[in-house]
């Protein structure tokens, strides 16, 4: 089955501390890999893409994940966190079929404390 | 640019009354994406359109959901009737290709109408 599950639903951390947030992706799912961020009360915007290339993704704010095939994983980590990083965090990953629709993972609420 | 605009942000209504959102994409963009996303949970998609095209609804409840885009511009989704369980927030998204994940077209998302069902 096609999905994509983000290991956890809360990560409390406080600020200028590191932070990882976990995703994994079942195969059958195409290595297009993304991260969307939906601050209180805005829609999504895209935080960083995996398409293809290096590993290695760097998006905005300062963010950036891995994509490592051998632990089908495209985790999001950033180095330093500050209290506007507070909110919900998406990963999603394309279908394998033709359409390539978004497949999307439950989420993770990020909530950074002073 | 300007993004893509949804209105009304807030609606709250009784159960099998109707309601209609209304999305404007940004100019430009041939793809129209409308989403729930039920609190707790990832988005859904419900229907994508290109142009004036509907591409996939394969999960649009069509008993009680629609979902026009006349003129490949504007588009309106409607309930009718509202059910308890359709409490949520329903996104558009707009993008300028085909929306094919993968072809580094990306998917820009409206703030959002919050429904709320009673």
């Known amino acids: 089955a096609q999905s994509v599950t983000q290991l956890d639903s809360q990560v409390p951390v406080f600020e200028e501390a590191p932070v990882e947030l976990r995703c994994n992706y079942s195969s059958s799912v195409s290595v297009y890999l993304f991260w969307y961020v939906q601050y209180p009360n805005q829609g999504l915007q895209l935080l960083l893409k995996?398409?293809?290339?290096s590993t290695l993704v760097k998006g905005i704010n300062g963010f950036e994940a891995e994509f490592n095939k051998s632990q089908t994983s495209f985790h999001l980590r950033k180095p330093s966190v500050h209290i506007s990083d507070t909110a919900e965090y998406f990963c999603a990953g394309a279908n394998a079929g033709n359409n390539r629709k978004l497949i999307w993972g439950l989420g993770t609420s990020l909530a950074v404390n002073p | 640019e300007a993004g893509v605009a949804q209105s009304p942000r807030y609606k709250i209504i009784e159960k099998r009354q109707s309601v209609a959102f209304w999305c404007n994409p940004i100019s430009g963009h041939a793809t129209l994406y409308w989403y729930q996303q039920i609190l707790g949970q990832g988005p859904k998609l419900l229907i994508q359109f290109q142009n004036n095209g509907v591409v996939d609804d394969s999960q649009l409840p069509k008993d009680r959901f629609s979902a026009e885009r006349l003129k490949g511009v504007d588009s309106t989704l409607k309930i009718q009737p509202a059910k308890l369980e359709d409490s949520a927030v329903y996104l558009c998204a707009s993008s300028f290709g085909s929306g094919l994940a993968g072809f580094d077209d990306e998917q820009y998302f409206g703030p959002g109408t919050r429904l709320t069902v009673t």
């Open positions: 995996y398409l293809s290339g």
